[in-house]
């Protein structure tokens, strides 16, 4: 029986779950939707992997992050709790020994987390400019009828790059469509919308941090070639994207599970029988104080499993506080 770890990452766009040894090996992966039902992306994604499987294992430890990191925790019975911070730089370290810089950028948020000595020494994120995430190049993509897939690929053939202002996405939708009725070609917009998301990027979370390498870009748009030419001539250094870029902070969370089953800690995985499970969810004001708390409930088959939200802590006596903050 192989001993394996499982690391769960819920966002807004996609939930991600991954499956690693004891060596370090992806035994499996799933990168889904989430499609604002995190409850059936986590489910449906630990279906694929216990599917996928066709070895007897042993799940020695737990780990989730992301947006939904302690919903996941209370469905699947997570031993460890981790921002994404963490997770995308502990992920990293196991890629590139040494790593200085790491570019995560996602379908709804974007991160650069800078580290010295191994150690994470200071991060910016962006959680509300979309300009700078993967559903800007998704809509845009969409809106010169190609796939997105594609879309890297055609930057890589523009022989004269247009300029497209970047620092909004509705000013860059815009100077977009005006590059194209001035009859520009396809190559060089989506080249120049690869630098404007790239210069938007360097210049929102980039501004006044020293930016050496090696250098990692991870997350689902590190898949786009134009966008990792257009970061490399940005900044004039190579920039490196692990096999599993798309899972990294998944993967991050297989680590630090296993770390935490290395000290003897006990699992308190909840099996794959989950996906079998029906959960509801509610939101509950409490009207106790001038507060207002939205608190959430969590009931699986029936019984109530767990309520966070609360600020005076009245509410969430079920939930565990593992969270742990770099």
Request: charged letters at 25%.
């Amino acid at each position: 029986m192989k001993n394996c770890y499982l690391g769960i990452d819920v966002g807004s766009v996609s939930t991600n779950v991954v499956l690693m040894d004891d060596n370090n090996n992806i035994m499996g992966k799933v990168y889904t939707k989430t499609q604002g039902k995190p409850i059936d992306a986590i489910q449906r994604g630990m279906k694929e992997i216990k599917t996928a499987i066709k070895e007897e294992i042993k799940v020695k430890g737990v780990g989730t992050t992301g947006s939904g990191r302690q919903l996941a925790a209370m469905i699947v019975g997570a031993d460890v709790v981790k921002n994404e911070i963490t997770a995308h730089g502990i992920a990293a370290l196991n890629f590139v020994d040494g790593v200085r810089t790491i570019l995560e950028i996602g379908g709804q948020d974007s991160k650069i987390i800078l580290l010295k000595n191994n150690v994470i020494s200071d991060f910016a994120m962006n959680t509300v400019c979309a300009a700078g995430t993967g559903s800007f190049l998704d809509r845009q993509a969409s809106r010169l009828d190609i796939a997105i897939q594609d879309f890297g690929k055609m930057a890589l053939l523009s022989k004269n790059p247009v300029r497209i202002a970047g620092r909004c996405a509705v000013f860059a939708e815009s100077d977009m469509i005006h590059k194209q009725q001035l009859g520009h070609n396809q190559e060089d917009i989506i080249k120049g919308l690869c630098d404007a998301l790239v210069r938007n990027f360097l210049n929102n979370l980039g501004k006044g941090k020293e930016i050496v390498g090696p250098i990692v870009f991870q997350g689902g748009v590190a898949a786009n070639v134009g966008i990792k030419q257009s970061f490399e001539e940005a900044l004039g250094q190579e920039v490196l994207v692990p096999p599993h870029h798309d899972v990294m902070g998944a993967i991050g969370c297989c680590l630090l599970a296993r770390e935490h089953a290395a000290k003897g800690h006990l699992t308190e995985f909840k099996g794959f029988d989950i996906i079998n499970s029906g959960y509801n969810v509610k939101g509950i004001e409490c009207q106790d104080c001038a507060n207002l708390c939205e608190v959430i409930e969590i009931v699986q088959d029936g019984q109530i499993m767990a309520r966070w939200g609360d600020k005076c802590g009245k509410w969430n006596s079920l939930v565990k506080k593992k969270e742990k903050l770099a």
